[in-house]
């Protein structure tokens, strides 16, 4: 994910794989992310989720997809 592309109100997906008691157990969890408020300068995106707002820096938000993965 490049900074260019990230513009306040997008609709972006954070995708993880979350493991159980055993690691071959784990499933893909997808998860939406609202995007805010874009501060280039310090290269950090002001996004909510879950009703929480927070600023998120550059090694998390670059690992956002702006498709959602299908199933």
């Given at each position: ?5 990230l ?8 995708v993880?794989?979350?493991t159980?008691?055993?690691r ?9 992310i ?8 310090n ?5 909510t989720?879950n009703?929480r ?11 956002w ?5 299908t199933?």
């Amino acid at each position: 994910m490049v900074l260019k592309k990230l513009k306040a109100g997008m609709t972006v997906y954070r995708v993880e794989k979350t493991t159980g008691l055993h690691r071959f157990n784990g499933k893909w969890n997808t998860w939406t992310i609202y995007i805010v408020e874009v501060d280039a300068e310090n290269e950090r995106v002001l996004a909510t989720s879950n009703g929480r707002t927070e600023w998120v820096s550059k090694h998390i938000w670059s690992r956002w997809r702006l498709k959602r993965p299908t199933d």
